[in-house]
């Protein structure tokens, strides 16, 4: 018997190479101008917002990431049979939970990657324009380390929920697909 690929499997490759290919530029070209879009809109809001404001704005920025982060993980690790159960039954839900899971490479990319990792860029710089404000009139030294403990902060923060955010999208997969795949239905009403 030959071994040889037959012709289809090697047009398969190659689709699905272009498709990779693609998939790259366009992670690339999001992660450019959504960061690019984030962080002017975050200094802007640093710089004219009260503290408090600009406080719950950073929070909100770690949040996402935190959010984002664990939808990246549920799609990544769910399993498919009950949505394909769903979807048999003509469930919009179930179809969309499938798409997902199908593509979970490109949505936990997105997810993980796009959003949250530049979640955890914009909220340092937020943090930074944050300490600038409050430091301003301080000594630079205590300055300096204030903006180091704050940023730090933002950090432990960022990290610390992200690592407890594994544990519920590991144990809750399939419910947050679910409600992932819900949203994502009423988006396209």
């Known amino acids: 018997m030959d071994d040889k690929p037959s012709p ?17 530029v366009l992670a690339f070209s999001l992660s450019f101008i959504i960061t690019a879009i984030m962080s002017a809109a975050s200094d802007k809001v640093v710089s004219l917002l009260p503290l408090i404001v600009a406080a719950l704005v950073l929070i909100t920025i770690i949040s996402l ?3 984002f982060d664990i939808i990246g993980l549920a799609v990544a690790t769910a399993d498919i049979a009950p949505f394909n159960s769903m979807a048999a039954r003509r469930l919009k839900t179930g179809q969309t939970a499938v798409w997902l899971i199908k593509n979970a490479e490109k949505v936990s990319s997105f997810c993980n990657d796009i959003v949250g990792d530049i979640a955890g860029v914009v909220s340092g710089a937020t943090g930074a324009g944050i300490a600038v404000k409050l ?6 030294d205590i300055a300096f380390l204030l903006t180091l403990a704050l940023t730090s902060l933002i950090s432990a923060f960022t990290v610390g929920g992200k690592a407890l955010g594994k544990s519920v999208a590991l144990n809750n997969n399939v419910k947050i697909v679910t ?3 819900k949203v994502l239905c009423g988006f396209r009403k």
């Open 8 to 24: 289809r499997s090697k047009e398969k490759k190659n689709t699905k190479k272009k498709g990779n290919t693609s998939w790259i």
């Open 135 to 140: 430091f301003i009139n301080l000594d630079s």
């Open 65 to 67: 990431g935190i959010i």
């Open 179 to 181: 409600a992932v795949a």
